[in-house]
């Protein structure tokens, strides 16, 4: 079945250091989510993206939708303690069968630098 | 902002035990999804259902599950005969249509733990 390879796994982070994080693909996804789930809460939608090449914002992150559709890299700037969680990607494919259920990766989990 | 609400949030059943998660989905949501994460691991898909019946399920989800919607509001996910394996958070999603993907709303989760 379908795969996202996220990397990395997890990374501390120092508060005002930049962030990035990215997730691959074998098959093509015609729409690419990030989430951020926090301890024993479900996934918030940070991003969505629907076009190939699409560089998408909201506030400090930064999300692109790869050329190949087979990829896609979240970047957080000037991050600060509450960026801290687990952070998903996720595809979505309407057109190969599927109704639009997400396929997820394994996440990245962010950390305060002791 | 709407929400998808999820009740209970924590549930411990013994062992063959049946469960019932409830889930009351966006109001003018149209799709509904079951999806679990074993304690550590990513979110795994289950179960989607559109117009009344499932439209698409997973390996996971075996004859041991179900889904209804019993009405206009509620939507629930149901495990006949509980095993360990199924300890887990169980979120339900709902999205307006098929093509938007910021509609795509999860709930908070049900923490189901088999003893």
């Known amino acids: 079945g379908q795969q996202l390879n996220q990397s990395p796994q997890s990374m501390f982070i120092q508060e005002g250091e930049d962030v990035s994080m990215n997730c691959t693909s074998s098959?093509?996804?015609?729409?690419w989510l990030w989430y951020k789930q926090d301890p024993g809460e479900g996934p918030v939608l940070l991003i969505a993206l629907y076009k190939a090449g699409e560089l998408t914002s909201n506030g400090r992150l930064t999300a692109q939708f790869g050329i190949t559709r087979k990829d896609s890299f979240l970047n957080i700037s000037a991050s600060i303690p509450s960026d801290v969680g687990i952070y998903f990607c996720?595809?979505?494919?309407?057109?190969?069968?599927?109704?639009?259920?997400?396929?997820f990766g394994k996440g990245t989990k962010l950390s305060v630098k002791p | 902002e709407p929400e998808v609400t999820q009740t209970p949030s924590h549930q411990v059943t013994q062992m063959g035990q049946e469960v019932i998660l409830r889930c009351v989905p966006i109001s003018n949501h149209l799709y509904f999804y079951w999806y679990r994460q074993i304690l550590g691991q990513k979110v795994e898909f289950l179960v989607s259902?559109?117009?009344?019946?499932?439209?698409?399920k997973s390996e996971i989800f075996d004859d041991q599950f179900s889904v209804e919607r019993p009405d206009g509001s509620n939507f629930t996910l149901k495990i006949r005969s509980t095993k360990l394996e199924d300890s887990a958070m169980y979120f339900c999603?709902?999205?307006?249509?098929?093509?938007?993907?910021?509609?795509?709303?999860f709930g908070s989760g049900t923490r189901l733990t088999v003893v």
């Open positions: 259902f559109y117009n009344n019946e499932i439209s698409e």
């Open positions: 999603a709902s999205s307006e249509a098929e093509e938007i993907g910021d509609g795509y709303t």
């Open positions: 996720a595809g979505r494919d309407f057109y190969g069968g599927s109704q639009g259920n997400l396929i």
């Open positions: 098959s093509i996804f015609n729409t």
